[in-house]
């Protein structure tokens, strides 16, 4: 009985990997599929006419999860052009602007956009973490640690801030 259980164990267990391997492959075939249908529609939208700003963010966005930064960042700056984004909208396009800056390395340019996405959303917690990590890589420690603590006003919780305020007051604050 022993012989017979085994390879019928060994053969299910198996089968419950190759499914479940075959349903996140599927998963993700559908996901990659929906993103590039909407890619390539938007793209030929927008070659032809002039789109909403709505569509240049989702141009962008999708251009940014692509790493094509200085296309995402095109995308972008006409949504901006186009002046119809209010308040959180429009604080999204200047956050992944930023972002878009901030992945080539012109952290000046970065940190110019989550100021205005700050200014236009004082609580945007994100914008606020983004900036403060912009100011750490341009060696503004000071400055870091005061950003980050602005989004601990906001979000006591948020992860984030926590972890590089505590790492930043160490690095400030000379060991007696």
Do not use: C, W
Not at 19 to 35: C, D, G, N, P
Not at 41 to 65: F, H, P, V
């Amino acid at each position: 009985m022993d012989s017979v259980a085994s390879p019928i164990l060994y053969i299910s267990l198996l089968l419950v990997l190759l499914s479940s391997a075959a349903f996140f492959v599927a998963r993700q075939v559908l996901k990659t599929r929906r993103i590039e249908s909407a890619l390539t529609r938007l793209q030929n939208k927008l070659s032809k006419e002039k789109g909403t700003a709505e569509e240049y963010y989702e141009l962008g966005s999708i251009l940014l999860d692509k790493r094509l930064f200085a296309q995402a960042i095109n995308q972008y700056q006409k949504a901006i052009k186009l002046e119809t984004l209010e308040g959180q909208d429009l604080a999204a396009v200047y956050n992944a602007l930023g972002f878009a800056y901030f992945a080539q390395e012109q952290f000046d340019l970065a940190i110019r956009n989550y100021k205005e996405a700050i200014k236009l959303l004082p609580e945007y917690v994100t914008a606020l973490n983004n900036l403060g990590h912009a100011y750490e890589r341009k060696q503004l420690a000071a400055q870091a640690l005061e950003v980050y603590e602005q989004a601990l006003e906001v979000e006591p919780n948020n992860q984030t801030a926590k972890r590089r305020a505590e790492a930043l007051k160490k690095r400030l604050v000379p060991s007696t």
